[in-house]
């Protein structure tokens, strides 16, 4: 594996990092988040989620709305804050999906929510004790390429049935 692939594969462990502690601190259940490729989907990583889509969210309140697009942000402001910017088209389904939930959340107040949820997403992957959670489960998939929510709750210290 070269140094440059090896390079991204961290940057893209600390990016699926963020969405599974954002996951875990808004108290929201996943499947696994993997750093492993896949070929189909065109990406690096990936959180697989437990049913909840743009599209099947009639069921949320405000809050869980606008809870799954900071999620969805949480990636892309993490590559910021690591990387000192973002590139869109990278994180291009991070971005729409996060929309999605926005649209429906904002009542016509569409970019006042995104800059709410996207200040929000900023100032959690910037708070040092959320960087620290960060590092510590992106350094487990770097180790082990995909990992429960369980997995991920146990290295935060986090218990399910309090969640």
Known sequence: MTEEIEIMIEDVAHHEAAHAVAYVSVRRLFKTVTITHDDEAGSWGAVHHRAITGRNVDHLSHRGLTDYAFICFAGPAQDEYRLGTYDPDAC????????????????????????????????????????????????????????????????????QKSQ
């Open 92 to 159: 291009k389904s991070d971005t729409q999906d996060g929309l999605d939930f926005i649209e429906k959340a904002a009542f016509g107040h569409m970019q006042e929510c995104y800059d709410d949820v996207w200040a929000r997403a900023k100032k959690f992957v910037r708070d040092p004790k959320r960087t620290e959670q960060i590092k510590t489960v992106a350094n487990a998939l770097l180790a082990k390429k995909t990992l429960t929510c369980d997995q991920v709750m146990s290295l935060l210290g986090k218990d």
